[in-house]
Nanobody, 123 residues
């Protein structure tokens, strides 16, 4: 069973830092694009950052404060969040395009979501 599991969320004071992790497990042939999204209460889910083998992209609201990275050997993606603000409070979800279900006919590219981890920025 292929799954993404986030960890690292919690309560932090404004100006503080947190590092989120997203570990992919299961029968995965390869990992294509990965990304972090977040959803605050009463708001739609929004893109935070994405990473491919070629580049990284950030939303304007986190640019310069957050850094996305990945370890392909560990099949894990990270989000280093610095200078956190109360408006960063949300449930953070990881997302990934994974090649799975490989056979002699090839693999299937599937999109997966993690279960989410709560980040609360408050004093």
């Amino acid at each position: 069973q292929v799954q993404l599991v986030e960890s690292g969320g919690g309560l932090v004071q404004p100006g503080g830092s947190l590092r989120l992790s997203c570990a992919a497990s299961g029968s995965i042939f390869s990992i294509n694009a990965m990304g972090w999204y977040r959803q605050a209460p009463g708001k739609e889910r929004e893109l935070v950052a994405t990473i491919t083998s070629r580049n990284t992209r950030y939303s304007d609201s986190v640019k310069g404060r957050f850094a996305i990275s990945r370890d392909n050997v560990k099949k894990t993606m990270y989000l280093q969040m610095n200078s956190l603000k109360p408006e960063d409070t949300a449930v953070y979800y990881c997302n990934a395009d994974l090649e799975v279900g490989c056979s002699g006919y090839g693999c299937h590219l599937r999109n997966y979501w993690g279960q989410g981890t709560q980040v609360t920025v408050a004093s």
